[in-house]
């Protein structure tokens, strides 16, 4: 029997799937591919809602995705959305902190349409900038919890 595959491991290029995701309390969360990172969309729901249902494709808040194989959360593929350009499609750059190893901080950010690293030591490149944090999808409960009050539950 061939391994089955966690939903975000579509066919290249996956920039604009949503999955839905089952949260600890039983409701769905909704998450887009973006180049850069992925992006919570701002509505839980009860049940997977279908491709038509979903009320927007905007993402809310960003973060970055660790997700193997292996990962016992519930999760559904729901479609692919091709963005409207190139510059909607990105996403939001985010930085690594230095490290004992790599004694700068690494900008992730496209450029010329490619997704790069870039190394720099100017804190004031990175002022405001989200830092970078991998999240499973068993822990997005957690990373949400207290976000989402005002997010319609459909």
């Known amino acids: 029997m061939p391994k089955k ?71 559904v593929y729901i479609g692919k959305f091709p963005f409207a350009n190139q ?8 930085y690594t902190a230095p490290d004992i190893i790599d004694n700068c901080y690494r900008i992730h950010e496209v450029a010329n349409g490619i997704s790069r690293l870039r190394k720099t030591k100017d804190v004031n490149e990175v002022s405001g900038m989200r830092l970078q944090r991998r999240y499973e999808p068993s822990e997005f409960g957690k990373f949400l919890n207290g976000k989402t009050s005002a997010w319609p539950i459909l």
């Not at 510059?87 to 985010?94: L, T, W």
């Open 5 to 75: 595959r966690s939903p975000f491991y579509q066919p290249l290029p996956d920039h604009g799937i949503v999955v839905a995701v089952k949260l600890e309390n039983g409701l769905w969360c909704y998450v887009r591919k973006y180049v850069l990172c992925y992006g919570f969309l701002p509505f839980l729901s009860r049940a997977p809602l279908s491709a038509k249902q979903l009320p927007t494709l905007q993402a809310a808040l960003c973060f970055d995705l660790w997700c193997y194989d292996s990962e016992p959360t519930p999760m």
């Open 87 to 94: 510059a909607e499609s990105i996403g939001e750059p985010c």
